[in-house]
């Protein structure tokens, strides 16, 4: 009796300590595979429009070279292409927007050096990341940013909703620039209706420069809220017909 009572007991830790097992390695599993998804989420920096070059410089989120530890950011520099100096600094989800109100950041700086010293070219950043729900979105596109050297152009670009692949340049959503000025700033709207689900986004910064300086700024692409129930013309016929059958309760309630 006792014998089958203790068999018992260790067939009971033996099946507890499997349990405890299977649920680490379910743990592990699950926090493997939300790397994996956040490893379609990457930043460019290309000297080729469709980063195609072979000696671009692609980033992965909390992959090699990327400086920022969190989930949703990717961080890192160049020297490369005429440019002595380029980072792109870019955000997405978790950090900034999410599946369902997608927002993209990128801040950029690219340094030239004199001509004669080599500096100088065209250079293409990118952010791109996928998984994207949302299926139909208005949005904004803001750009602003410095020239220095009395020299410089910027132009930020918007594509996506068509697939899920990062950095699909296939459908244009708007575009602002260039501007050449050596302060400058633009916001441009727009709407879109993805015909993929889920479906990617990308951000792109077209840099030129001939001359000694930088070109630095920021580039944002973020959803824009629905109109909020209430709100508008519709809002305002509804509140003064509350306040209507308010004064009329209040009359009765008098009399």
């Given at each position: 009796m006792l014998k089958n009572l203790l068999l018992g007991k260790a067939a009971l830790?033996?099946?507890?300590?499997?349990?405890?097992l299977s649920a680490a390695g379910l743990l592990l599993m699950t926090m493997g595979s939300g790397?994996?998804?956040r490893a379609a989420f990457v930043a460019a920096i290309c000297n080729d429009a469709a980063c195609a070059g072979g000696n671009d410089f692609i980033v992965t989120d909390?992959?090699?070279?990327?400086?920022?530890?969190?989930?949703g950011?990717?961080?890192?520099?160049?020297?490369a292409f005429g440019y002595v100096?380029?980072?792109n600094f870019s955000l997405s989800k978790p950090l900034v927007?999410?599946?369902?109100?997608?927002?993209?950041?990128?801040?950029?700086?690219?340094?030239?050096?004199?001509p004669q010293f080599g500096?100088?070219?065209?250079?293409?950043?990118?952010?791109?990341d996928t998984d994207f729900t949302a299926p139909d979105s208005p949005f904004q596109l803001t750009l602003g940013g410095t020239n220095s050297g009395n020299n410089g152009t910027v132009t930020g670009l918007a594509w996506g909703?068509?697939?899920?692949?990062?950095?699909?340049?296939?459908?244009?959503?708007?575009?602002?620039?260039?501007?050449?000025?050596?302060?400058?700033?633009?916001?441009?709207?727009?709407s879109y209706s993805a015909t993929a689900n889920p479906y990617s986004l990308t951000i792109g910064l077209i840099i030129s420069r001939t001359a000694a300086g930088a070109s630095t700024g920021d580039l944002n692409f973020s959803a824009v809220p629905g109109p909020i129930l209430g709100a508008g013309l519709p809002g305002l016929i509804l509140a003064c017909g509350g306040l209507l059958v308010l004064a009329r309760r209040r009359r009765t309630a008098a009399i």
């Open positions: 830790k033996a099946k507890t300590a499997l349990c405890t790397d994996a998804a909390n992959g090699a070279g990327d400086t920022v530890p969190l989930s950011g990717i961080g890192f520099s160049v020297s100096l380029a980072g927007g999410s599946a369902t109100s997608p927002q993209l950041d990128l801040s950029y700086s690219a340094t030239t050096l004199a500096g100088g070219g065209t250079i293409y950043l990118y952010a791109s909703g068509t697939s899920n692949a990062a950095l699909d340049l296939t459908s244009l959503l708007g575009s602002l620039g260039p501007f050449s000025t050596p302060s400058f700033e633009g916001s441009a709207s727009g």
